[in-house]
């Protein structure tokens, strides 16, 4: 030190010794955060903890004795680390580092809060949730694009299926139910992205959507009431409008004697009944061969003696032999379509049944429609970020060369006032349903002035 100093101007006082202790530019990197220190300790205890836990006996412990070990192994790491971890941080950091080894690491607070319906994922530094309907930024992120990518891998292996750069965009789902979507590069730029759209443990009913104000009474009576009496049904409306939830609730009305067949992409339905059969499509392997569609397991699900078949959603030319089912004896059966009003559903399910490249003429797929469907029910998800069953229509037959269809039921929105809340009135349009002679022979009877459009809904 003596030797460096005597090497400087005697005056004026050398600023460049004074440099580097004078407050450094912007420009200089910030120490790492809490946060980031927290995430990367409990990275590298996670990888000292594989070392140290006997993992054949891993297999043989359940949760509770698994955790309880975890968090002894952690305490003592967290000692010779020295991390300035209060008692009830010790504890919380233990049960992190639990969900990072079994779980999903740091969205698994995410899972357990049933305030949040959706989890987005844009890379590993930015997660979003939707609560109440609004997005909003969440306090978790992950150590690097690895980290996230371990974290995919890990759920779809959950379900038998694979992602990587030759097959980058996956559908899977959690043990909950939960469905999600994946995309990992190439296809994602700035990492992988992932999208879960949480199911609630508990599964709404009709009721509480009626609480929720998505519909008033007299329109979900009339539905289930319709649904009770054989009624097939179709369940339009765009993403996140709450059609799964809707279709979920709706099959309370089903009765617990009849057999149902769920086909989905990736099962998420919570069907509220003691006898039901779920299958799922599979995608190709690794040698692009052993996939198996929606089509052909609507062909098969007909072998199985349902009373109702139950699709997840309508997506493709699956759609020609959902509209045989229900002409051929499964009356009653539902499924989900993407389109944005009753009209625009019939539309979609005429292009669907030409994709399966059938030689049947325009006339007479609209005739199979106007046959199978009895009712379109239209579930919109508002400005506001609420959902509401916007319409209720019944499909009446064919006039010349056109699907005919009457709306039952409909909301007209009025206002949306400063806080951007949306407000508006159900009303009943004045028409009474065909459909409603065959729930009247079936014993369920709706009052006449259900119908009337100057009775308050």
Request: aromatic residues 4%; hydrophobic residues 40%; proline residues 5%.
């Given at each position: 030190?003596?030797?460096?100093?005597?090497?400087?101007?005697?005056?004026?006082?050398?600023?460049?010794?004074?440099?580097?202790?004078?407050?450094?530019?912007?420009?200089?990197?910030?120490?790492?955060?809490?946060?980031?220190?927290?995430?990367?300790?409990?990275?590298?205890?996670?990888?000292?903890?594989?070392?140290?836990?006997?993992?054949?006996?891993?297999?043989?412990?359940?949760?509770?004795?698994?955790?309880?070990?975890?968090?002894?192994?952690?305490?003592?790491?967290?000692?010779?680390?020295?991390?300035?971890?209060?008692?009830?941080?010790?504890?919380?950091?233990?049960?992190?580092?639990?969900?990072?080894?079994?779980?999903?690491?740091?969205?698994?607070?995410?899972?357990?809060?049933?305030?949040?319906?959706?989890?987005?994922?844009?890379?590993?530094?930015?997660?979003?949730?939707?609560?109440?309907?609004?997005?909003?930024?969440?306090?978790?992120?992950?150590?690097?694009?690895?980290?996230?990518?371990?974290?995919?891998?890990?759920?779809?292996?959950?379900?038998?299926?694979?992602?990587?750069?030759?097959?980058?965009?996956?559908?899977?789902?959690?043990?909950?139910?939960?469905?999600?979507?994946?995309?990992?590069?190439?296809?994602?730029?700035?990492?992988?992205?992932?999208?879960?759209?949480?199911?609630?443990?508990?599964?709404?009913?009709?009721?509480?959507?009626?609480?929720?104000?998505?519909?008033?009474?007299?329109?979900?009576?009339?539905?289930?009431?319709?649904?009770?009496?054989?009624?097939?049904?179709?369940?339009?409306?765009?993403?996140?409008?709450?059609?799964?939830?809707?279709?979920?609730?709706?099959?309370?009305?089903?009765?617990?004697?009849?057999?149902?067949?769920?086909?989905?992409?990736?099962?998420?339905?919570?069907?509220?009944?003691p006898h039901v059969a779920r299958m799922e499509t599979r995608p190709p392997?690794?040698?692009?061969?052993?996939?198996?569609?929606?089509?052909?397991?609507?062909?098969?699900?007909?072998?199985?003696?349902?009373?109702?078949?139950?699709?997840?959603?309508?997506?493709?030319?699956?759609?020609?032999?959902?509209?045989?089912?229900?002409?051929?004896?499964?009356?009653?059966?539902?499924?989900?379509?993407?389109?944005?009003?009753?009209?625009?559903?019939?539309?979609?399910?005429?292009?669907?049944?030409?994709?399966?490249?059938?030689?049947?003429?325009?006339?007479?797929?609209?005739?199979?429609?106007?046959?199978?469907?009895?009712?379109?029910?239209?579930?919109?998800?508002?400005?506001?970020?609420?959902?509401?069953?916007?319409?209720?229509?019944?499909?009446?037959?064919?006039?010349?060369?056109?699907?005919?269809?009457?709306?039952?039921?409909?909301?007209?929105?009025?206002?949306?006032?400063?806080?951007?809340?949306?407000?508006?009135?159900?009303?009943?349009?004045?028409?009474?349903?065909?459909?409603?002679?065959?729930?009247?022979?079936?014993?369920?009877?709706?009052?006449?002035?259900?119908?009337?459009?100057?009775?308050?809904?």
């Amino acid at each position: 030190m003596g030797r460096f100093s005597a090497t400087l101007p005697s005056e004026p006082p050398a600023p460049s010794v004074e440099a580097p202790v004078v407050p450094k530019p912007t420009s200089m990197p910030k120490a790492p955060s809490r946060d980031m220190q927290m995430l990367d300790a409990k990275l590298r205890i996670h990888a000292r903890l594989i070392d140290e836990l006997d993992l054949s006996a891993i297999e043989r412990l359940d949760e509770t004795q698994l955790r309880a070990q975890v968090r002894q192994i952690v305490f003592e790491i967290i000692r010779t680390e020295d991390l300035a971890l209060s008692a009830a941080e010790e504890a919380s950091f233990a049960d992190a580092v639990f969900d990072e080894m079994t779980g999903l690491g740091p969205i698994e607070p995410l899972l357990k809060d049933d305030s949040i319906a959706d989890i987005l994922i844009n890379g590993c530094e930015q997660v979003y949730i939707e609560r109440g309907g609004e997005l909003e930024l969440a306090p978790v992120r992950f150590a690097d694009n690895d980290h996230l990518l371990r974290i995919v891998n890990r759920i779809v292996a959950g379900v038998g299926r694979r992602v990587d750069e030759s097959q980058p965009l996956v559908d899977a789902r959690l043990a909950d139910g939960s469905r999600v979507n994946a995309a990992i590069s190439p296809i994602a730029i700035d990492g992988p992205l992932v999208s879960i759209r949480k199911f609630k443990k508990n599964p709404l009913t009709l009721d509480k959507l009626v609480g929720f104000g998505a519909m008033p009474q007299a329109m979900a009576e009339f539905i289930s009431g319709a649904v009770k009496c054989r009624a097939s049904t179709i369940i339009s409306g765009g993403t996140g409008s709450g059609k799964t939830t809707l279709l979920n609730a709706l099959s309370a009305s089903i009765s617990h004697k009849e057999r149902l067949i769920t086909i989905e992409d990736a099962a998420e339905l919570q069907l509220m009944q003691p006898h039901v059969a779920r299958m799922e499509t599979r995608p190709p392997n690794i040698e692009g061969k052993g996939e198996i569609k929606q089509r052909e397991l609507v062909k098969n699900a007909l072998r199985m003696r349902p009373d109702r078949v139950i699709l997840g959603e309508v997506r493709s030319e699956e759609a020609f032999d959902m509209l045989q089912a229900m002409n051929t004896g499964h009356e009653g059966s539902m499924a989900t379509i993407h389109a944005n009003n009753p009209r625009d559903a019939i539309t979609r399910l005429e292009q669907m049944v030409a994709m399966g490249g059938l030689k049947i003429s325009e006339d007479a797929i609209r005739g199979q429609i106007a046959a199978a469907v009895n009712f379109i029910v239209q579930a919109t998800r508002m400005s506001d970020g609420s959902r509401k069953v916007i319409s209720i229509a019944e499909i009446t037959g064919m006039e010349g060369r056109i699907v005919q269809m009457q709306e039952i039921f409909k909301f007209e929105r009025t206002h949306t006032d400063d806080d951007g809340k949306v407000h508006g009135r159900f009303r009943a349009t004045g028409i009474r349903p065909k459909f409603l002679d065959e729930m009247n022979r079936r014993g369920v009877h709706m009052p006449e002035n259900m119908f009337d459009p100057s009775t308050e809904l």
